[in-house]
T-cell receptor, first 112, second 115 residues
Framework: KNQVEQSPQSLIILEGKNCTLQ??????????LRWYKQDTGRGPVSLTI?????NTKSNGRYTATLDADTKQSSLHITASQLSDSASYIC???????????FGTGTRLQVTL | DAGVIQSPRHEVTEMGQEVTLRCKPI?????LFWYRQTMMRGLELLIY????????DSGMPEDRFSAKMPNASFSTLKIQPSEPRDSAVYFC?????????????FGAGTRLSVL
């Protein structure tokens, strides 16, 4: 069964600090991996998409890495801002039809 | 473009009633997805359409759920009869292509409460 597990479940950090969110998956055959940001009361918004051949991708202060051998991905947030407070969801696509499996997310809170 | 538009934003109904959720995808997008999100299970794909045709409805929980896409600019998700365990946030998303170079674009969601 395809699964995506994210850690930690929740995280509190001070504004300006960096943080790293983890995503481990058992999805086969792997097609792509996406990170979404979901603000409270809003729909998810895509941050990055990586295919098998990509091991890093950046979007501003967000940098995602992918290790297809260990089936792990991380999302690194640099110099966090209050607006980074949200849930971050890891989504892995499988097969040519890219059937998506969603993680349950990491809830990040950035405080003063 | 205004993005994916869902209505209503909030719906409160009583058990046994019919509920219809509506979605207008981004113009030009050829894929439309319906998701359900709960605290316990996170996001779950219910069904998706390609060019208005349902492709995969394996995520639809049971026969009480049905979805239609009569044209490229409108889709509905209907629950009949509704039950308290259907309470969740329902998202509609659209994309250009199955993968979507920038992922799927989600609407703001409909928060459904079944009493």
């Amino acid at each position: 069964k395809n699964q995506v597990e994210q850690s930690p479940q929740s995280l509190i950090i001070l504004e300006g600090k960096n943080c790293t969110l983890q995503c481990n998956y058992t999805v086969s055959p792997f097609s792509n991996l996406r990170w979404y940001k979901q603000d409270t009361g809003r729909g998810p918004v895509s941050l990055t998409i990586m295919t098998f051949s990509e091991n890093t991708k950046s979007n501003g202060r967000y940098t995602a890495t992918l290790d297809a051998d260990t089936k792990q991905s991380s999302l690194h947030i640099t110099a966090s801002q209050l607006s980074d407070s949200a849930s971050y969801i890891c989504v892995v696509g499988a097969g040519t039809a890219s059937k998506l499996t969603f993680g349950t997310g990491t809830r990040l809170q950035v405080t003063l | 473009d205004a993005g994916v538009i869902q209505s209503p934003r909030h719906e409160v109904t009583e058990m046994g009633q019919e509920v219809t959720l509506r979605c207008k995808p981004i113009s030009g997008h050829d894929y439309l997805f319906w998701y359900r999100q709960t605290m316990m299970r996170g996001l779950e794909l219910l069904i998706y359409f390609n060019n208005n045709v349902p492709i995969d409805d394996s995520g639809m929980p049971e026969d009480r759920f049905s979805a239609k896409m009569p044209n490229a600019s409108f889709s509905t998700l209907k629950i009949q009869p509704s039950e308290p365990r259907d309470s969740a946030v329902y998202f509609c998303a659209s994309s250009l292509g199955r993968e979507g170079a920038r992922g799927q674009y989600f609407g703001a969601g409909t928060r459904l409460s079944v009493l």
